[in-house]
């Protein structure tokens, strides 16, 4: 088995979570420069064995797509074109957000550290991650 790797899409930063080869666990791996992204996430593809791509579906509260998701469209072409044979599956990123700067609240992180909009998109990434793989077991 290969390890699921999740993406959490931002026009500046991207979070990235990844699973343990069993596909057990998810953990956050990285917040990535946005124009980086494709680069980065080739030269991973290349060092572990990826069997998907997880990535967010940013939805509004009436279940319409949102604004962001044109972004996202784009960076998926780009995403097949530079890694065809990775399928990739979408999955309702609503509240993910605020769910995690509720786990940083929750984990003792100071005010400081909350602010960090990386370890935000990180966690973002890794809630997406823990959703997918709860939906699938």
Request: glycine residues 4%.
């Amino acid at each position: 088995m290969g390890r699921i790797l999740a993406i959490d899409y931002g026009t500046k930063r991207t979070g990235i979570a990844v699973t343990d080869e069993l596909q057990i666990i998810a953990s956050g791996l990285t917040t990535v420069d946005t124009k980086s992204l494709i680069s980065f996430l080739v030269d991973y593809v290349n060092e572990e064995k990826v069997e998907k791509f997880v990535v967010g579906l940013p939805k509004q509260m009436n279940n319409t797509a949102s604004e962001s998701e044109i972004h996202i469209q784009s960076f998926l072409k780009k995403l097949n074109k530079a890694i065809p044979k990775i399928p990739v599956e979408r999955i309702d990123e609503r509240f993910t957000s605020k769910m995690a700067f509720q786990t940083m609240i929750d984990s003792g992180l100071k005010k400081k550290q909350r602010q960090n909009k990386a370890l935000v998109d990180e966690i973002s990434a890794t809630l997406i991650l823990q959703s997918y793989l709860a939906s699938n077991s």
